[in-house]
C-alpha cells in the first residue's frame, strides 16, 4: 500500500512574525500596542515576536518606544536591487532621461499578476509625485502596468482578462473589459501608453516597453507627474523619448 505524504505546514511563528513585519509596508513607525490592534495577536505573542525579531536585525526601536524596520531590510534590498540585472542597465539611461524631462521616471516589472515599482528617479519640483520604490499596482491600472499587459502573450492576456475584477483606484480607473482591450491593441500599436488619473488622482504616466533577449516584455520604463503638466503636445514628445530610452534598454538586455 502507498503511503501518503502529509502536506508540511506552514510554521506559525513564521507566519505570524511575517504578519507583524507586513504592518511596515503601510507604517512607518508603530507602537506596541497599535501592532496587537493591527495584526488582532495576542499582546503577548507580539511582546515575544517583536524580541525575536529585535534580536535578529529585523525591527529597530527608538527613544519613544516606537518600533520600525532595522537596517537588515536595507542591506536585503541593496542585495536584491544589484542582482536585478535589468535595474543595473537601465539606471544610466533612466538618469539621462529624468534629466532631459525633469519629470519622475519609473522602472516597472512584472510580479505575478501585479506590476511592481522597482527604481525611480525623482525631480528637484517642489511639489512632485510621490511614488515609493516596492509600490505595487494591478496589470490593468496605470500606463507602465497596461504596457507589460498588453505584451504579454494573447492567451496569457485573455485569461488574466477573464479572471480580474476591474477595481477602482482614481478617477480614470479603466473599469470596462472591452475598453481596456481597446487600450490594449492600441498600446501594441502604438508601442506606448498614457495613464491620467489612473492609480492616483491628478497623476498621469506616460510608458514605454522593455524587452529581453528573447522578445519577450521585461518590464517598462515611465515618465509620471502632475496631471495639468501632461498636455497631448508634451505626451507625445514624452512617448518619442521614452521608446528611444526603452529601445536602448531592450538591447543591452540582448533585444534585436
Known sequence: MEQQIAPVAKNKTVV???????????????????????????????????????????????????????MLFLQFGQLVAERLDIRQIALPIMRQLRDEVEEAVHLV??????????????????????????????????ASSRVILAYLEPEE????????????????????????????HNTRKTGYAVSRSELENYTAEVSAPLFDHTGKIAGAISIAGLEVKFTDEVVGEFAHKLRQAACDISRRLGHG
Open 157 to 184: 492576456q485573455e485569461a488574466y482578462l477573464e479572471q480580474v475584477t476591474l477595481k477602482p483606484f482614481g478617477v480614470g480607473t479603466i473599469t470596462d473589459k472591452q475598453a481596456l482591450r481597446e487600450m490594449l
Open 109 to 142: 516589472i512584472r510580479s505575478g499578476q501585479e506590476a511592481v515599482y522597482i527604481e525611480k528617479l525623482d525631480t528637484d519640483h517642489p511639489v512632485r509625485l510621490f511614488t515609493k520604490i516596492g509600490r505595487k499596482a494591478p496589470l490593468y491600472a496605470g
Open 16 to 70: 505570524r512574525s511575517m504578519e507583524l513585519l507586513n504592518l511596515f509596508i503601510a507604517h512607518e513607525q508603530l507602537t506596541v500596542s497599535e501592532m496587537v490592534r493591527l495584526s488582532n495577536l495576542p499582546k503577548s505573542t507580539v511582546h515575544r515576536m517583536i524580541g525575536s525579531l529585535e534580536e535578529m536585525g529585523f525591527l529597530e526601536k527608538d527613544p519613544d518606544g516606537k518600533y520600525a524596520l532595522g
